[in-house]
């Protein structure tokens, strides 16, 4: 059975950090693009960053370059995103998603499995 | 980037009725890369379509998608109980970044 666990989220002061991270289980790590997905309280899905399955190729929504950095941890089965100068505007419950199989990121960038999230608060 | 606007914001139907969803996109959405997604209360979102016509695993016959280019639309084709949530569609084309709609609320009339 596929899990996806995310862990990590908590409040924040604005200008400060946050690392979240997933534990996967269930299925070929290595084999996957992987992917984090935000929702607003009360509001839809955004995509925010994904990651192919070496960790060669990284790409992020404009609204977090620079700040956020997403990494993985094949080894351990572990994808992170690492979240700082967080403003209040990044409040959200942050998803861990499994992406594509592909090898490029011309491929099938649609999420089949989705942790529980966990959500980040940012305020003073 | 790909903007999609989903439409109706809200749509009121009875148990049994038929729900059309529409998902537009502002430029063609390349080799019909959008999925359809159904998210509960409290829950995370749950693949329903891709490829714009393809079921996922275990997803009920009464989900379909269909369209290509700018223009695509999920059918509920006779609502249960449990089908009463919200929906988002998702493109996945060449073109970063990934986008999805803003979505459809399908509420208990």
């Known amino acids: 059975e596929v899990q996806l666990v995310e862990s990590g989220g908590g409040l924040v002061q604005p200008g400060g950090s946050l690392r979240l991270s997933c534990a996967a289980s269930?299925?070929?790590?290595?084999?996957?693009?992987m992917s984090w997905v935000r929702q607003a309280p009360g509001k839809g899905l955004e995509w925010v960053a994904n990651i192919k399955q070496d960790g060669s190729e990284k790409y992020y929504v404009d609204s977090v370059k620079g700040r956020f950095t997403i990494s993985r941890d094949n080894a351990k089965n572990s994808l992170y995103l690492q979240m700082n100068s967080l403003r209040a505007e990044d409040t959200a419950v942050y998803y861990c998603?499994?992406?594509?199989?592909?090898?490029?990121?011309?491929?099938?960038?649609?999420?089949?499995?989705w942790g529980q999230g966990t959500l980040v608060t940012v305020s003073s | 980037e790909i903007v999609l606007t989903q439409s109706p914001g809200t749509l009121s139907l009875s148990p049994g009725e038929r729900a059309t969803l529409s998902c537009r996109a502002s430029?063609?959405?390349?080799?019909?890369?959008l999925a359809w997604y159904q998210q509960k209360p409290g829950q995370a979102p749950r693949l329903l379509i891709y490829g714009a016509s393809s079921r996922a695993t275990g997803i009920p016959d009464r989900f379909s998608g269909s369209g290509s280019g700018t223009d695509f639309t999920l059918t509920i084709s006779r609502l249960e109980p449990e089908d009463f949530a919200v929906y988002y569609c998702q493109q996945y084309g060449s073109s970063r970044p990934l986008t999805f709609g803003g979505g459809t609320k399908v509420e208990i009339k």
């Open positions: 430029q063609s959405v390349s080799s019909s890369y």
């Open positions: 998603a499994r992406d594509t199989l592909s090898s490029t990121w011309y491929g099938s960038h649609y999420f089949d499995y």
């Open positions: 269930g299925f070929t790590f290595t084999s996957y693009w």
